[in-house]
């Protein structure tokens, strides 16, 4: 479905990717050129090897209009709880087995709402830098932190907005 949606852009869109200062982290730009200025673009962020205590991620992207307002936000995704392993432990009120059966079957019916980032700003400032939440660093969670597992990936809609 988003694919479907965004096809235009991922067919016939500029593809740029991005120099990351970390080897783990691959980072790619797809955006729809028309006339000379984006109105549409996707964002990817996508982490090999997740690293222990990870710092702020800095976002900045290319080919955008400088004087027109955009809205940059996270494509909607779930975790499967029985990911954390034997982290569920240590933020679970109750002591329990990560491979039992109550995370088994937990994890057939409900899975994290991973963190949902929405930014609105000017293309001269997305193209300048914008700090994503931070990524989880296997000490706390709440709904700020950005879960990426290894090989995990986000994908950020950047539109522009009237």
């Known amino acids: 479905e988003f694919y479907k949606k965004k096809r235009k852009t991922f067919q016939f869109g500029r593809f740029s990717r991005f120099d990351s200062r970390y080897d783990n982290i691959k980072e790619f730009q797809v955006t729809d050129i028309e006339e000379g200025s984006a109105n549409n673009a996707v964002y990817g ?3 090999t090897i997740a690293k222990a205590s990870p710092s702020f991620d800095i976002v900045k992207l290319k080919n955008l209009d400088a004087e027109c307002l955009y809205t940059m936000e996270t494509l909607a995704q779930s975790i499967d709880i029985r990911e954390f392993g034997s982290l569920i432990k240590h933020v679970s009120p109750v002591k329990l087995n990560p491979n039992g059966i109550i995370m088994n079957e937990a994890g057939k019916h409900y899975r994290l709402p991973a963190c949902v980032e929405s930014y609105t700003a ?3 400032m997305l193209e300048g830098g914008i700090r994503l939440n931070q990524r989880y660093a296997g000490t706390a969670y709440n709904d700020k932190i950005r879960l990426l597992s290894d ?4 994908l950020y809609i950047i539109e522009k907005t009237e």
């Open 122 to 124: 000017y293309g001269s």
């Open 45 to 47: 962020f996508f982490q």
């Open 151 to 154: 090989f995990g990936s986000e």
